[in-house]
């Protein structure tokens, strides 16, 4: 069985989900290629990557940006695809007709010239629903036998809303053997644009739960650590928290925490100026980036993990946040949001507490709750390292995938 994973960016440092979608089929036998955009170089230098040689399976396409630059080079591509059998789908990928603006603006051929490259291909598995539409450009070139679509939920959400085209995904929804959103929540979004249900299953995302040592969560006087690990984009809500931490103390002085923000991105000034604005500078730390070693540490001295998501203004969604997985791997009660994908991982009162998206009392309420039933924490996070060692392990994920990649070519 030959596999293609076609995605933007490969390998890239925060789309670690792609690389273990890799490695886990080289792992299980199956030969796999990508074909991305473009690479992050230092990336190469992850120790799964070079333990797997990726370097010399990754091939790329659409090398050329500019048009003109796409049109001086076209000879070439012509004149190979008349000479050579192999080369004829790029022939075929100049019908306008067939592939509209792709076509017109060489895309498809630029895009079938490069796969051409990679081999043989018996299933082609896109990530993200855009990848997805070159996906079905390729199958009907005949340059794969099956497709497969996983998508994220930001493919659904934001792209859909910046794009305006609710058809967007017509293509996929006609060409794939096997659509795979990353939840319920997104299945019925996909389904509700026109994916067929039949060929539209759930397939998670998920974790090695090896990978995080399980420590249970006890009572004790100090101050409750809370912690995040996230980028700080306005989708994770990060000022809700900060404002939440606030009106806990506020509301009941007993309340003590101290929060651990972990992470770095475009929101950093404005999730500052709050921890400023409301005197928090001794009950909040920014950390920032740090080193995964870091980050294990302070998440292994934290309590309660929260993470306040939200619709953000360009209808950016989460998936189900592997951040959530992680923290209840290791063992923390968890407060999120009723958002997404979540309440699929988070099962409120069960392995943790959810609140409605942007509600600031609420989210306190929750934390204040935490901080005062402290004989909670164990049982909650007993039952969140079950979930996610049932549901979101990464073993059985790509166990079940490869059964799926099976059946299809059967």
Not at 169 to 185: C, G
Not at 223 to 230: E, G, H, S, V
Not at 257 to 270: A, F, M, Q, S, T
């Amino acid at each position: 069985m030959q596999v293609t994973v076609l995605t933007s960016v490969f390998p890239k440092i925060s789309e670690t989900f792609v690389l273990h979608h890799v490695t886990g089929l080289l792992d299980r036998n199956v030969d796999v290629r990508v074909i991305a955009k473009r690479s992050e170089e230092k990336a190469f230098s992850n120790a799964e990557v070079e333990g797997h040689s990726l370097r010399d399976r990754t091939f790329h396409f659409h090398r050329k940006k500019i048009f003109s630059d796409r049109l001086s080079g076209l000879a070439p591509l012509i004149g190979r695809g008349l000479v050579r059998r192999e080369r004829r789908p790029v022939l075929a990928a100049l019908n306008a007709f067939r592939f509209g603006k792709s076509a017109l603006s060489l895309k498809t051929p630029w895009l079938a010239d490069g796969f051409l490259n990679v081999g043989k291909t018996d299933i082609l598995h896109c990530h993200f629903g855009p990848n997805g539409v070159l996906g079905a450009y390729l199958k009907q070139l005949g340059l794969t036998d099956k497709l497969v679509v996983t998508f994220h939920g930001y493919d659904v959400s934001r792209v859909l809303k910046k794009n305006r085209k609710e058809h967007r995904y017509d293509e996929i929804f006609r060409h794939a053997d096997l659509i795979l959103p990353v939840s319920e929540h997104w299945r019925e979004k996909l389904i509700e644009l026109g994916a067929p249900a039949d060929r539209t299953l759930v397939h998670r995302m998920g974790i090695n739960p090896d990978y995080f040592s399980f420590r249970e969560r006890k009572a004790h006087q100090r101050p409750m650590r809370i912690a995040t690990t996230a980028r700080l984009t306005e989708k994770k809500g990060l000022e809700y928290g900060v404002e939440a931490v606030a009106m806990a103390a506020e509301k009941n002085p007993d309340v003590k925490v101290h929060y651990d923000i972990i992470g770095d991105g475009p929101l950093r000034k404005k999730v500052a100026a709050l921890i400023e604005k409301h005197g928090l500078q001794e009950r909040v730390t920014m950390h920032g980036a740090i080193t995964l070693e870091e980050v294990r540490d302070l998440l292994a001295q934290a309590d309660v993990f929260i993470l306040p998501s939200v619709t953000a203004s360009d209808g950016d969604k989460e998936g189900v946040p592997v951040s959530l997985m992680e923290a209840m791997a290791m063992g923390m009660p968890v407060i999120s949001t009723w958002h997404s994908g979540i309440p699929e991982l988070v099962n409120d009162g069960v392995s943790g507490c959810l609140v409605p998206e942007r509600d600031v009392e609420a989210l306190a309420d929750r934390i204040g709750w935490m901080s005062e039933n402290r004989g909670q924490w164990a049982e909650l996070g007993r039952a969140g390292r079950k979930k996610v060692e049932r549901e979101f392990n990464l073993d059985l994920l790509h166990d079940r995938l490869v059964e799926l990649y099976h059946a299809l070519l059967n």
